[in-house]
């Protein structure tokens, strides 16, 4: 039911795209970030400057290369394949395995998605089953525990994915987690669901249309 889709990439004014049927797409990642409110690049600044340049860059990477360990962990894990030795001990490994072994069925890991109607795309980590129900889920860490309105990116992110996946398989699916790995105790489990899938997804698409009346003209191969 679910095959995975390999998309074609163009490199346009020194910036990667998806090329799909000829047309071009954004990924969400990228959406999300040229669109990121005001007030958002304000406050990683006035971190930045707190911490120092040299300190933020640091964390940034540190945090970057955590996610990357974890998430070749978890597709080893939910691929039924050896786990490599180093990830036990890795603090986040044992704040996520809880729920990875809540999954009942995995359908695709680490998989592209495209909107063929709205026109963006991207990889998602995971498409499985949560009690009873298809769900897009989503691998974050952090160093201490979030709230709800820090993670507003997280969950467009998300809904994009799974409106994506809605379109590309003619399915229906109604539920999105993100389980964020902390260092020394169980993973947050924050939930998309019918309660609030339709407003995060009018606000990716704000988002979307942002990006577009900022980006689309300059998509111009040279």
Known sequence: MFIPYQPTYQTINRKKYFCIDNLIYPSVTSILSATKPQKDKQ????????IGK?????????A??????????????LNRQEIPPEINDNPYWHSIEPVLNQIEQVHLIESFTYH???QYAGYFDCLGEWQGE???????????PKKTEWIGD??????????????????????GIIAVALPEEPAQIFTLNLDNLQVYWEQF??????????????????
């Open 116 to 118: 063929s109607k709205h």
């Open 54 to 62: 040299a300190q933020a860059q640091k964390i940034t990477i540190d």
């Open 134 to 144: 298809l769900c897009v889920f989503d691998w974050k860490t952090a160093s201490r």
């Open 205 to 222: 698409l704000q988002r979307l249309a942002l990006w577009q009346q900022l980006y689309s003209d300059k998509i111009v191969d040279n």
């Open 64 to 77: 970057c290369n955590r996610g990357i360990s974890l998430h070749s962990g978890i597709k080893s894990f």
């Open 154 to 175: 997280y969950f467009l992110q998300v809904v994009a994915y799974l409106a994506a996946i809605n379109n590309l398989y003619q399915v229906k699916i109604n539920q």
């Open 43 to 50: 406050a990683l600044q006035r971190w930045r400057n707190k």
